[in-house]
């Protein structure tokens, strides 16, 4: 079972792509995290060039979540929303559909107590809109996330590592439950 992981951060030392390493200790059996590193590659999205021919990073971009069997997506909060390079990655798949029904989780990882809720709503909003399978128990806010991981991207918060276990369970569910129908 493949799952690709995206952080919605570009930075090196982003708490939301350590989080993202992080969980690959808590995979049930079976299980795979695979990240992509490459949204940054993208270019800004355009209808005009999204045709038969999208530029090659769109393209490797829609093969890899086509190859995966769920995704989960890591957020920090820019500006009370998504970074602007994540909802452009997302925007590029408005008309091709790699997320239509394929389990999703969306987590929102933030330093600050409130967790980056807003940015999790609007990742939310969008990501029922590419019609991706948000199953339930698979969407997370993780607030104070610098006291929950350190530096080495180890956990620190046993309740943290939990839950995120437990998400990483119900993809798992949700991923045999999708296969099955």
């Not at 990073?57 to 500006?79: F, H, N």
Request: proline share 6%; with cysteine.
């Amino acid at each position: 079972m493949r799952i690709v992981t995206i952080s919605g951060s570009l930075r090196k030392e982003s708490s939301n792509t350590r989080l993202l390493q992080a969980a690959e200790a808590l995979v049930p059996e079976g299980m795979e995290l695979v990240s992509f590193e490459g949204i940054g590659d993208l270019p800004h999205f355009n209808p005009d060039l999204d045709g038969d021919a999208p530029p090659a990073s769109v393209a490797v971009w829609r093969k890899t979540l086509q190859a995966a069997d769920g995704v989960m997506i890591c957020t920090p909060e820019y500006a009370n929303g998504v970074p602007g390079v994540l909802k452009n990655a997302l925007d590029w798949l408005v008309s091709s559909g790699e997320l239509m029904n394929k389990p999703t989780a969306a987590i929102s990882a933030s330093p600050l107590a409130t967790g980056g809720k807003v940015a999790h709503a609007s990742l939310m909003l969008t990501l029922g809109m590419l019609t991706a399978h948000l199953f339930e128990g698979g969407q997370l806010s993780i607030p104070l996330v610098s006291k929950k991981i350190n530096d080495r991207g180890e956990w620190t918060d046993a309740e943290a590592a939990e839950e995120i276990r437990r998400l990483l369970v119900r993809m798992s569910d949700a991923v045999l439950k999708r296969g099955s129908e």
